[in-house]
């Protein structure tokens, strides 16, 4: 029984030391993905200069007289497959 609560109060003060401890270090920032990291400054790069972000020509509305493009259909909206049938039923064992 002495064994018992002296392994409780340990387990419970180890506990008790490592949450304290996790909370008084700093966390890190998780790591970035270098190549979202470098486009990102050569936008802020670009727009401290005055520079457009994109290539002429890439962001620009169609013209006025052109059709509007129509938007891929959505997936949910494509057709079904057809409902699978189900097994006739087993025969009845004797």
């Not at 200069?49 to 909206?77: Q, V």
């Amino acid at each position: 029984m002495k064994r018992a609560l002296i392994a409780s109060v340990a387990l419970h003060a180890g506990l008790a030391a490592a949450i304290l401890l996790y909370r008084a270090l700093p966390l890190a920032e998780p790591p970035q993905n270098e190549g979202v990291a470098l486009v990102m400054l050569q936008v802020e790069d670009e727009a401290a200069e005055g520079t457009p972000a994109a290539p002429a020509g890439a962001l620009e509305p169609p013209e006025a007289g052109a059709p509007p493009e129509a938007p891929p259909p959505a997936p949910e909206l494509a057709e079904a497959p057809p409902p699978v049938e189900p097994p006739p039923p087993a025969p009845a064992v004797p």
